[in-house]
């Protein structure tokens, strides 16, 4: 392959590089894991309330099969949550638990939801790295040591 010819590059892929050359020119750490990428647009249907459009996702994997199923951590995230740095609520009639969560210490305010054996915490507009480096560092803090937590990010198409 001779170095003029034109590769294939997602969208994701480009808004990753915009990402790392914006931390770089900032002095961050281009290579952080908890580094927000790409934002969620905020809209407003006319039949009210408002929805998140694209964005960025992280997945907190135990590195656990637990055979409870989801409910041991959900235990895990409600007992980390009901510690004195979050407020937070579970207002949705969903079929897995779907959490609101402000994060005092950070101001930080996220989605985090508990789904196939993992911890998903959905980024807002405002949400910084801060936030979701602290809610990671309490969830490995406060679990077992048989836990080997990976995390995961994942960009959202709008």
Do not use: K
């Amino acid at each position: 392959m001779v170095e003029d010819d034109p590769t294939f590059v997602t969208a994701a892929e480009l808004r990753e590089r915009e990402a790392r050359a914006a931390a770089e020119s900032d002095g961050r750490d281009p290579g952080d894991e908890f580094a927000i990428p790409s934002r969620p647009d905020r809209r407003y249907p006319r039949n009210g309330g408002v929805e998140y459009v694209g964005g960025t996702v992280f997945s907190f994997d135990p590195g656990l099969d637990r055979e409870d199923g989801d409910g041991g951590l959900v235990a895990l995230v409600e007992s980390v949550l009901d510690s004195e740095a979050y407020r937070y609520g579970d207002w949705f009639d969903l079929p897995m638990p779907l959490y609101l969560v402000h994060d005092a210490s950070t101001h930080d305010t996220f989605r985090v939801a508990v789904r196939d054996g993992r911890v998903e915490v959905h980024v807002l507009p405002e949400t910084e790295s801060e936030g979701i480096r602290a809610l990671y560092d309490r969830l490995v803090e406060a679990s077992e040591e048989a836990f080997e937590w990976t995390v995961e990010r994942r960009i959202e198409e709008p």
